[in-house]
């Protein structure tokens, strides 16, 4: 582990980190901290993976099974469920364009965007990852951050992240460059986990979405 990456300051106002939210949490033999940040109402893990780390967090086999899912039958027919649903709610603000799904995964989200008519554009952490939601669906699908394909700015319509900005090293920056691939009248739509649940009041550490050392940093408003 790198130690020094958060150094017990906040990454985006650089405060400094003192209030434990959990302290002590072993998983995988490696005890992780979670700290709160009063000012940008933030948590954030420490120490977080390092590159390899995360490269062995996400392969093919551990984040997900070898062939892209992560969950029981049911659970993955409830999800693409919630994808069609999805799908119509970005309908009433954009009818179809070009929409980029930041953390893809297997590809499922934009192939029931492009059955609806949309143009598809899609990034993924895990190379495997992306492999899969090519040879599967035939997506255009890159791998690794977003802001290193330097896109066109104004190219897009719709910009999907969900479930993703917990897991990223620098979500704020993420963000800045969607705002700057949107089309005017575009939309971005976002969803995290929320640590004010009160599944995580009652779970704490067990709660599932806490998803150490997965999630590196856990939302409240």
């Known amino acids: 582990m790198n130690q020094n ?33 009063s000012k940008c109402k933030i948590s954030m893990l420490h120490p977080f993976p390092s590159e390899e780390e995360l490269t062995n967090l996400y392969s093919c086999g551990n984040y997900r099974t070898n062939t892209g899912k992560r969950f029981g039958l049911t659970i993955e027919f409830l999800i693409y469920l919630g994808r069609l649903s999805k799908r119509r709610r970005i309908s009433k603000y954009v009818k179809t364009g070009t929409i980029l799904d930041i953390g893809c995964g297997r590809g499922l989200f934009l192939n029931v965007m492009r059955r609806g008519g949309w143009h598809t554009i899609g990034t993924e952490f895990n190379e495997e990852t992306a492999s899969y939601a090519i040879k599967t669906y035939g997506l255009k699908v890159l791998s690794g951050d977003i802001a290193q394909h330097k896109l066109l700015p104004e190219s897009l319509d719709a910009v999907n992240i969900s479930q993703v900005l917990e897991h990223l090293k620098n979500p704020h920056e993420v963000i800045k460059e969607s705002h700057r691939l949107l089309r005017s009248g575009g939309i971005i739509v976002i969803s995290v986990p929320d640590l004010r649940s009160p599944q995580f009041t009652l779970g704490k550490e067990k709660w599932f979405l806490l998803d150490l050392s997965y999630h590196l940093f856990h939302f409240n408003e």
């Not at 985006?12 to 709160?36: A, H, M, P, R």
């Open 5 to 37: 990456i958060l150094s017990l300051h906040c990454l985006f106002c650089k405060k400094e980190l003192n209030t434990f939210v959990l302290k002590n949490i072993i998983i995988n033999k490696t005890s992780y901290d979670l700290y709160d940040c």
